[in-house]
């Protein structure tokens, strides 16, 4: 007997998301396997940042099924079953969604360590000593075991970013979200985050990034998704999407940005 195959790590059929009149997703179908990098282009307003706020459930769909490791996002199953998760069940469910931010969110009166052990601690429960040196292997990991005991004020974007990305992996999620990561950085800055982000596509995390970093998308997506208009447009491998895209709405995209 063959094992059976293992739940995608992130499932989304047919997801739709409205904020009063305005229809932001329509119908998302998408699929992301464990270890894979999924990047999601698009031109503003296409409903990318919705895409990922209603995978860690910071938004509800309205309709729709999205799944993270096999488990429902927002719900949990009982028999045939589904129950709403109450926002205390919420909150335990997205420390396995890591969530980075285009704007850092860091918490300027604390220093970058105290930063990263902030949410291992009141939201795992983990004792303090443990969630410090934890914090700090995840500073090393990108590039800032220097910056400990500095301030966010102190840093530049680039790192402020850094130490964001240290803050949602000390959480050990299985899953990390990037809202273009890179928009709120001068050009010289950009190339540090991108390249953390490319270090932790080799070592097997999972990954969705939005962004608009076309080299990136080719150097590390295993799939591009172009998304207009609430809807997924194209997906596929870089080289199909970014070099051979089959829809025109595509195709006008990439010659604007590339």
């Excluded at 998760?85 to 919420?90: K, M």
Aim: overall charge positive; glycine content about 8%.
């Amino acid at each position: 007997m063959t094992a059976p195959a293992a739940p995608p790590m992130v499932e989304l059929r047919g997801v739709h998301k409205r904020f009063g009149a305005l229809q932001v997703l329509r119908g998302i179908d998408l699929t992301v396997a464990a270890g894979q990098v999924a990047v999601v282009l698009g031109p503003s307003g296409s409903g990318k940042s919705t895409l990922l706020r209603t995978i860690n459930h910071l938004e509800k769909a309205d309709s729709g099924w999205i799944s993270v490791a096999g488990r429902p996002v927002g719900y949990r199953r009982a028999g045939r079953k589904l129950y709403e998760l109450t926002e205390r069940e919420v909150l335990r469910q997205r420390t396995r969604i890591g969530f980075v931010f285009q704007t850092f969110n860091l918490f300027p009166h604390l220093t970058v360590v105290e930063n990263v052990v902030e949410a291992p601690v009141a939201a795992l429960r983990r004792r303090r000593a443990d969630a410090v040196a934890a914090a700090e292997r995840m500073l090393d990991r990108v590039g800032l075991a220097d910056k400990a005991g500095a301030y966010p004020a102190q840093l530049s974007g680039g790192q402020r970013q850094r130490v964001a990305i240290a803050r949602a992996l000390a959480l050990e999620p299985e899953l990390l979200l990037f809202d273009e990561p890179t928009s709120a950085l001068d050009p010289e800055l950009v190339g540090e985050v991108l390249d953390v982000i490319k270090d932790l596509a080799r070592q097997g995390t999972t990954m969705i990034v939005v962004t608009h970093e076309i080299g990136f998308a080719r150097e590390v997506a295993d799939t591009v998704v172009f998304m207009d208009g609430g809807r997924v447009v194209e997906q596929g491998p870089p080289a199909a999407v970014l070099d051979n895209p089959r829809h025109e709405r595509t195709r006008t995209f990439l010659s604007k940005v590339l």
